[in-house]
């Protein structure tokens, strides 16, 4: 089936595709690039080992022993490309008003010219690989097809791991002549003839560029996750958040779960909160009180859409785990440590065992006296700097979840009952509060605030604006986005619609630790949830929303004082009064694109607190 072609191209191809207008891209691609060779990826086991295989050689990859990780790899990258750029992360709109206030943006075909003579000989020296894949399920009723080019074996290798990629993909976009996004990257790095490459190629100049006119993605200089595995943030969010504007549907940065309660009644939960800020976690979580049970549908991209029954629907387009390592251990996310077991999996910037294991803060209480850090350095207790990149990441296939619900595997998704949006506050945000409607729930998303963490570059512990935790995803105008949710529920039937809460694991008391046990307690307030949407707990008014009676948060068998849960649960108004200039001055930012709606809330935000 893979057959040489015949022109007289000069870069040699192991396929040439059906899909004319594909073809022409792939072709265009390779004459500006002039990669040596064009790999179109098959996505088979066979395949999978020959890439590795070459990882290995090329010092790219180290192979973990056989019996402790299978099939698994440690990777280290340069020590400069380490997590997302947003600096350098455009939304090139045709309008300028179009990408709004919170993102970077350029005209689309100065943006070209710029990366054109950036790509121009930028693949030279190295393999060009296609890798078609598809977003959610081939089967649903409109697969949201796309097609990655890229220079970098790692992320073919990581693609093949969060998301369907392969030979049934192409056969399907070219079977139905279907759309699809081109996705184009390079490293930005070749080879002169005879020049050894590097185990990390890169480049100092990047950019991360969405066209969402074209549904189109440019991707240069980075071999880091969201840079550069371009079917997560770039599609699945900038692009798809774009989309769903266009169509009436949602792309955001949740998680999706499934909780049963003792009596076994089924709801389904997606929660917003940002980068490395415990969606992860959550999707995975070991409920604490007896008899509740989680099981994972998603763990970063929801994409939902109103059912025939007017409910809110959500699928998870992603097909693995590009998870935090540093926290996760098997007191923390024993779920996770399960699903890594299995093996079939890439760990990058994380330390290295001398018996060819992989190990990272947070995973064992004591580390071992001997490991190799994330820069390749001797490491041992006592030295200065941690083992692991605090953003060094697993990629695992999200099938070995042990928890896996089985409903990941219905392309029509599973109705939500409760959106929870949560961010990382040490203050103000009481650990669970319920919005009184939808329109005060969309309040409370474009209001959440989060401090900054290592996912990106940057300063990290900045307290900053994060609405519905995709300030770094929203492929348009944030006020149209507000807009956008807002018109969710006006144009549907509210009454369908999940109840929103807003909640905040980290708060801190005076001395600095966490008020909130967090990890598997979060059951209970995943419990309370429930109970609430079932109308058999009480909740109290305050000026910011509804927060649990007394009595209505299970925390039986918790071993925290209840001095510590009030402080936890604390709708503090003076500290309420300080956030009110900053989300005005957040407000102001959208002029006549906020909604007004939103407005209103923040007046009767301020009276509340007045009174
Ligand atoms: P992205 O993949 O970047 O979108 O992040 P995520 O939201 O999935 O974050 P993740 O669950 O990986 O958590 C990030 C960090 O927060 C990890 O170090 C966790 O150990 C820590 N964390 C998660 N949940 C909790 C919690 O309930 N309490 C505390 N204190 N830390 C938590
Ligand atoms: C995030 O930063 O929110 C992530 C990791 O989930 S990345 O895919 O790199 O964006
Ligand atoms: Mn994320």
Known sequence: MAADITTDDPITSTYRSSHGQLQAWVDEVAALTKPDSITWIEGTPDEWTRLTDELVEAGTFVRLDETKKPNSFWCASDPT??????????ICS????????????????????????LYDGSMRGRTMFVIPFVMGHIDSEHPMFGVEITDSAYVVASMTVMARVGRQVLDKIEATNAAYVPALHSVGAPLAPGET????????????????????????????????????????LRIASVMGR????????MLILKLTSPENEVKYIAAAFPSACGKTNLAMVEPTI???????????????RIGADGRLYAVNPEFGLFGVAPGTGWDTNANAMRTIAQGNSVFTNVALTDDGDVWWEGMTEDAPAHLTDWKGRDWTPESEELSSHPNSRFCTPIRQCPILAPEYDDPNGVPIDAILFGGRR???????????DWTHGT??????????????????????????AMLPFIGYDAGDYFSHWISMAKNNDESKFPKVFYVNWFRR???????????????????????????????????????PAPGALDTDGLDVSDEQIAKALAVDVDEWKAEIPQINDWFEKFGDKLPAVLWTELDGLKARLEA
């Open 81 to 90: 490309d380490v997590a997302r750029v947003e600096d350098r992360t455009f």
């Open 94 to 117: 045709v309008d300028e008003s179009d990408a709004g206030p919170t993102n970077n943006w350029m005209a689309p075909a100065d943006m070209k010219r710029l990366m054109t003579d």
């Open 290 to 304: 007896p008899g509740w049970k989680v099981e994972t549908l998603g763990d970063d991209i929801a994409w939902m």
């Open 197 to 236: 490459d590097v185990p990390w190629p890169c480049n100092d100049t990047k950019y991360i560029v969405q066209f969402p006119e074209e549904r189109m993605i440019w991707s240069y200089g980075s071999g880091y996750g969201g840079n550069a595995l371009l079917g997560k943030k770039c599609y699945s």
């Open 443 to 468: 309040f409370m998303g474009a209001t959440l605030s989060s401090e900054t963490t290592a996912a990106a570059t940057g300063a990290v512990g900045v307290v900053r604006r994060d609405p519905m």
């Open 509 to 547: 008391d005076e001395d600095g630790g966490f008020l909130w046990p967090g990890f598997g307690e979060n059951s209970r307030v995943l419990k309370y949830v429930v109970e609430r949407i079932e109308g058999k707990v009480d909740a109290v008014e305050t000026p910011i929303g509804l927060v």
């Open 246 to 253: 266009d169509e009436g549907w949602l792309a955001e940065h």
């Open 426 to 436: 040490k203050t103000t945000i009481p650990l669970v509060t319920e919005a009184r």
